[in-house]
């Protein structure tokens, strides 16, 4: 079993910044990626930013040059640096790890969220 955790998230004014954990752990033999996605009220989840085991990144449009993810194998943590926020991003953020279980089984893990409100 994977399980993440997460943390960060929180109220903060616009264009101010957050920053955004996730760590992995149970039967994880090996990452592939991670990344963060966000469901804000009446709209779909919606990629975020995503980073590959070789360490390509993607962003949703709407925050490139303003987010920036980042990884941690030893940790088995992503991070999503987010500055300049504006109220638009409000939303519950929820990491997404992938890879292989040390059963051989690969796993596409969750986690339960985290509320990022900003205010203006």
């Known amino acids: 079993q994977v399980r993440l955790v997460e943390s960060g998230g929180g109220l903060v004014q616009a264009g101010g910044s957050l920053r955004l954990s996730c760590a992995a752990s149970?039967?994880?033999?090996?990452?592939?990626?991670m990344g963060w996605y966000r469901q804000a009220p009446g709209k779909q989840r919606e990629l975020v930013a995503d980073?590959?085991?070789?360490?390509?990144?993607d962003y949703a449009d709407s925050v490139e040059g303003r987010f920036t993810i980042s990884s941690d194998n030893a940790k088995k943590t992503v991070y999503l640096q987010m500055n300049s926020l504006k109220a638009e991003d409000t939303a519950v953020y929820h990491c997404?790890?992938?890879?292989?279980?040390?059963?051989?089984?690969?796993?596409?893990?969750w986690g339960q969220g985290t509320q990022v409100t900003v205010s203006s």
């Open positions: 997404n790890v992938r890879g292989w279980a040390t059963t051989g089984r690969d796993f596409d893990s």
């Open positions: 980073i590959t085991g070789g360490g390509r990144t």
């Open positions: 149970g039967s994880i033999y090996s990452i592939n990626g």
